[in-house]
């Protein structure tokens, strides 16, 4: 098992800053390939960014490249997502979510641990 804890979130303005933080306890996390997802209200489960288990491979949706990014420190056993250049369609529940295939963290379907989520909400 590999349990997941969402931190970060909060309200910002457009064009502002925010980093998540994924930090995982259990099995060991290094092993595991990491995807950020979101979900805004009335909406399905997006994927948002996805990381190998080494760091090596990094994947982003079209409606974020370019301003966010991943990154993870396995000696902290933690993944990031700094998002940059945040804009009110990026409004939703964050989550994390761990699979031991890089290719598989695309889809919600496809992973095997979550974690509870946070909220980011963005102003106009």
Same mark, same amino acid.
Not at 61 to 88: C, E, H, W
Not at 90 to 119: L, M, R
């Given at each position: 098992?590999?349990?997941?804890?969402?931190?970060?979130?909060?309200?910002?303005? !457009?064009?502002?800053?925010?980093? *998540? /933080?994924?930090?995982? /306890?259990?099995?060991?996390?290094?092993?595991?390939?990491?995807?950020?997802?979101?979900? !805004?209200?009335? #909406?399905?489960?997006?994927?948002?960014?996805?990381?190998?288990?080494?760091?090596?491979?990094?994947?982003? !949706?079209?409606?974020?490249?370019?301003?966010?990014?991943?990154?993870?420190?396995?000696?902290?056993?933690?993944?990031? *997502?700094?998002?940059?250049? *945040? #804009?009110?369609?990026?409004? !939703? +529940?964050?989550?994390?979510?761990?699979?031991?295939?890089?290719?598989?963290?695309? +889809?919600?379907?496809? +992973?095997?641990?979550?974690?509870?989520?946070?909220?980011?909400?963005?102003?106009?």
């Amino acid at each position: 098992q590999v349990q997941l804890v969402e931190s970060g979130g909060g309200l910002v303005q !457009a064009g502002g800053s925010l980093r *998540l /933080s994924c930090a995982a /306890s259990g099995r060991p996390f290094s092993t595991y390939a990491v995807g950020w997802f979101r979900q !805004a209200p009335g #909406k399905e489960r997006e994927f948002v960014s996805a990381i190998s288990w080494r760091g090596l491979n990094t994947d982003y !949706a079209d409606s974020v490249k370019g301003r966010f990014t991943i990154s993870r420190d396995n000696a902290k056993n933690t993944v990031y *997502l700094q998002m940059n250049r *945040l #804009k009110p369609e990026d409004t !939703a +529940v964050y989550y994390c979510a761990a699979s031991p295939s890089f290719d598989t963290t695309h +889809v919600p379907q496809g +992973v095997n641990y979550w974690g509870q989520g946070t909220q980011v909400t963005v102003s106009s």
